[in-house]
Nanobody
Framework: QAQLVESGGGLVQPGGSLRLSCAAS????????MSWYRQAPGKERELVAT?????????NYADSVKGRFITSRDNAENTVYLQMNSLKPEDTAVYYC??????????????WGKGTLVTVSL
């Protein structure tokens, strides 16, 4: 059974850093594009960052986090990370890990984690 478990959220002051982790199990990790989404109170869920499948190294970011956030994946450990630097109060949200199948039998499959809360405040 596919499972995504996020960790690393918490309270941080503006300008600080946090690293989120998402541990995957139950599916062929390398066949999936791994993304981070976030949802702030009263707002829609938005895409933050994506790491391409197969460990190709390609990444994409929302304009709001470019230059501050870095996503990476470790296919050997079935884990994806989101390094968040220079955090701002507007980064406060629940951060979700998403896996989207892009190859072979996994094409179109879609899994979500339960989320981890990041609060940026004094």
């Amino acid at each position: 059974q596919a499972q995504l478990v996020e960790s690393g959220g918490g309270l941080v002051q503006p300008g600080g850093s946090l690293r989120l982790s998402c541990a995957a199990s139950g599916f062929t990790f390398s066949n999936y594009a791994m993304s981070w989404y976030r949802q702030a109170p009263g707002k829609e869920r938005e895409l933050v960052a994506t790491a391409a499948a197969f460990g190709a190294g390609s990444t994409n970011y929302a304009d709001s986090v470019k230059g501050r956030f870095i996503t990476s994946r470790d296919n050997a450990e079935n884990t994806v990370y989101l390094q968040m630097n220079s955090l701002k109060p507007e980064d406060t949200a629940v951060y979700y890990c998403n896996a989207r199948g892009v190859y072979s039998k996994d094409y179109g499959m879609d899994y979500w984690g339960k989320g981890t809360l990041v609060t940026v405040s004094l």
